[in-house]
């Protein structure tokens, strides 16, 4: 069984990425420089952003993965 993100950290201050989640995601990556998995939260339903993507396997499946920025 695949494991949920806390509910006790809630969704509050966590951006929603709405409809266009992928778009979303790939200019906050190029922003920030850092590479980003989208999941769709099973508390809200909304579709929120981790990092943690060296153990996504652990949980649900990612709707999305950005390219990686280019380091400079």
Same mark, same amino acid.
């Given at each position: 069984? /695949? +494991?949920? /993100? =806390?509910?006790? *950290?809630? &969704?509050?201050?966590?951006a929603n990425l709405g409809r266009r989640y992928?778009?979303?995601?790939? +200019?906050?990556?190029? *922003?920030?420089?850092? &590479? %980003?998995? @989208? %999941? +769709?939260?099973?508390?809200?339903?909304? $579709?929120?952003?981790t990092t943690k993507l060296d153990n996504a396997?652990? %949980?649900?499946?990612?709707? %999305? @993965? $950005?390219? &990686?920025?280019? =380091?400079?």
């Amino acid at each position: 069984m /695949p +494991r949920q /993100p =806390s509910q006790e *950290r809630g &969704c509050d201050g966590k951006a929603n990425l709405g409809r266009r989640y992928q778009a979303n995601a790939n +200019r906050l990556a190029l *922003r920030h420089g850092k &590479c %980003y998995g @989208v %999941y +769709r939260c099973p508390h809200c339903g909304g $579709t929120h952003l981790t990092t943690k993507l060296d153990n996504a396997e652990q %949980y649900q499946p990612l709707l %999305y @993965v $950005t390219p &990686c920025p280019a =380091s400079t």
